[in-house]
C-alpha cells in the first residue's frame, strides 16, 4: 500500500499547484503553526477547505513516512523560491520564521510575475497586429505598388529597398525566435552537466540577468548564514552546511571555495572579493566582524538582507517599468516604417508629373 501511495505521489507531483494557490495554502499554514498547532495536526485542519484537501493529505503522508517539509513540497510541484528557504529549518528549526520570510518572497514573487504579465500583454498584442500588417503588405500591398510604380524608376527603387528591409526584418525576426528558443531548450536540458564554473561565466555575459543575480545571491547568502549563526553553530560548520546543500549551486560553490581557504589557515574574506555575484558590502559585513563576534555579524547579515531585498524589489520594478517603453518605441517604428513604405513612392511620383 505505501509503495503504491508513493508511486501515486510520484505520477502526480509532475502537476503544480497554481501559485495563488500555494501562497494561500502557506498563509494559512503558518496562522495555524503560529497559533500553536503541530504541523501534521495544522496540515489536518487545512484538508477541511476543498482545494487544499489533496496537497495537505499528500504532504502528511510524506511528513508521517519520514520526508522531510521541504522535500515533501517538492514531491507535490511548490515552487522552488518556497522549498529553497524551507531547505534550511533541517538546521535551526524555525518554521514558522522560515515560513513567513517564504511567504514575503513568494508574494513579491507573484506580485513581479502578475506586473509583467500586465505589462507586456498590450504590447504583445500590438506587436502581433502590426506583424500581420507587415507581412499582408510584404505580400499584397507592396508587389501591387511595384506594378502601378513601373514607369517611376525612383518609386520602383524604393519599394525594391522597403522589400528587402521587410524581408530582412520579418528572416531576422523570426532566426532570433528559433535561435533563442533553440538555446533555451539546449540549455534547460544541459545545464546541469555544465561546471558551475562555466555557469557563472555565463550568468556574468547576460546584461540585466547578471545584475539581479548578484543581488539575488548575496541576499540568500546573507540571509541563511544569519539564520544560521542563530543556532550556534562555527563558521565551519554553517559552510560546511551551504556546500552540502544542492538548491543553491552557486553559494555551494563559492563556499567551497571559502572552506578551502579556511582549511589552509587564511581568512576567507580575501577570497570572497572575488567573487562576482558576491556585493561588495556583503564583504565588508564579513571584515568588519573579523573577531569572530556571531552576535553582530548575525544581526549585520539580517539588516543587510533586508536591504537587498528592498534593492531586489526595487530593480525588478525599474526592469518591468522599461518594459512597455520600449515595446511601445518598437511599435512607433514599425509605424513609421509602414507610414514611408507606403507613402514615399507616392511622393516620388507626384515630383516627376
Wanted: with cysteine.
Amino acid at each position: 500500500m505505501d509503495l503504491l501511495m508513493k508511486l501515486r505521489i510520484k505520477a502526480t507531483a509532475k502537476h503544480s499547484p497554481k501559485k495563488d494557490l500555494q501562497l494561500r495554502f502557506l498563509k494559512r499554514l503558518e496562522r495555524l503553526l503560529r497559533n500553536g498547532y503541530p504541523l501534521i495536526a495544522a496540515l489536518e485542519k487545512l484538508q477541511w477547505n476543498a482545494s487544499m484537501r489533496h496537497l495537505s493529505e499528500r504532504i502528511s503522508i510524506d511528513l508521517k513516512n519520514g520526508i522531510l517539509l521541504d522535500e515533501a513540497l517538492t514531491n507535490v510541484g511548490f515552487s522552488d523560491i518556497i522549498t529553497n528557504h524551507l531547505y534550511f529549518i533541517r538546521m535551526h528549526g524555525e518554521l514558522i520564521e522560515t515560513l513567513q520570510k517564504s511567504i514575503h518572497m513568494f508574494e513579491h514573487h507573484l506580485k513581479h510575475t502578475q506586473k509583467f504579465q500586465q505589462v507586456i500583454r498590450y504590447p504583445a498584442i500590438l506587436l502581433g497586429i502590426f506583424s500581420l500588417l507587415l507581412f499582408f503588405i510584404k505580400q499584397s500591398v507592396l508587389p501591387s505598388f511595384l506594378e502601378l510604380f513601373e514607369t517611376s524608376k525612383e518609386s520602383t527603387m524604393t519599394l525594391n529597398i522597403s522589400i528587402i528591409v521587410i524581408n530582412g526584418l520579418t528572416y531576422g525576426f523570426i532566426a532570433c525566435c528559433l535561435i533563442c528558443i533553440i538555446f533555451f531548450i539546449i540549455w534547460r536540458i544541459n545545464q546541469r552537466k555544465f561546471p558551475i564554473e562555466r555557469q557563472i561565466i555565463f550568468y556574468q555575459h547576460i546584461p540585466i540577468l547578471n545584475r539581479l543575480l548578484r543581488i539575488q545571491t548575496s541576499f540568500l547568502f546573507a540571509s541563511h548564514f544569519s539564520t544560521l549563526l542563530k543556532t550556534n553553530l562555527s563558521m565551519k560548520q554553517i559552510l560546511q552546511h551551504l556546500i552540502h546543500q544542492q538548491k543553491l549551486p552557486i553559494i555551494a560553490h563559492y563556499t567551497t571555495l571559502m572552506m578551502n581557504e579556511l582549511e589552509k589557515g587564511r581568512y576567507y574574506v580575501t577570497t570572497m572579493s572575488q567573487f562576482y555575484f558576491f556585493e561588495a558590502n556583503l564583504t565588508h559585513i564579513f571584515q568588519h566582524n573579523q573577531a569572530e563576534d556571531m552576535t553582530t555579524l548575525e544581526e549585520d547579515l539580517s539588516l543587510y538582507a533586508d536591504i537587498l531585498m528592498e534593492d531586489l524589489e526595487s530593480k525588478i520594478t525599474k526592469v518591468i517599468s522599461y518594459t512597455q517603453p520600449i515595446f511601445f518605441t518598437i511599435l512607433a517604428c514599425f509605424i513609421i516604417f509602414i507610414y514611408v513604405t507606403l507613402m514615399w513612392p507616392m511622393f516620388q511620383l507626384i515630383q516627376t508629373m
